[in-house]
């Protein structure tokens, strides 16, 4: 939900030619559009309390003949090598998705 990065986005896509991208600034929580979409979310499903309700209206937006895989970190173990800063992130991250009502074991 940045605006600049959008605009970055925008001028990078122009750049190398693409046509068939939009990017538009919204929140995902109010999205439902059905049935015409390539769906693909990465490290979205994680923040939300409720994702079952998104994954429902991804689905229905999908176009026919599409296959979709919305990719989420099952575990935080193993991903890198144990430090200061990465006990750092684990912690951090935990506590993050607590706060949300969500368990990062099962996100």
């Given at each position: 939900m940045d605006k600049i990065k959008l605009d970055l986005a925008r001028q990078e896509t122009a750049a190398r030619g693409l046509s068939n991208v939009e990017f538009r600034l919204l929140d995902v929580g109010d999205w439902d559009e059905p049935g015409g979409y390539d769906v693909y979310c990465r490290f979205l499903l994680q923040h939300l309390s409720q994702p079952v309700g998104l994954l429902r209206r991804m689905w229905a937006g999908v176009?026919?003949?599409v296959f979709s895989s919305p990719r989420t970190p099952i575990s935080m173990g193993g991903a890198v090598m144990p430090n200061d800063r990465?006990?750092?992130?684990?912690?951090?991250?935990?506590?993050v998705l607590q706060r949300r009502g969500r368990d990062h074991a099962t996100c």
């Open positions: 176009r026919p003949g990465s006990d750092f992130f684990v912690r951090t991250y935990s506590q």
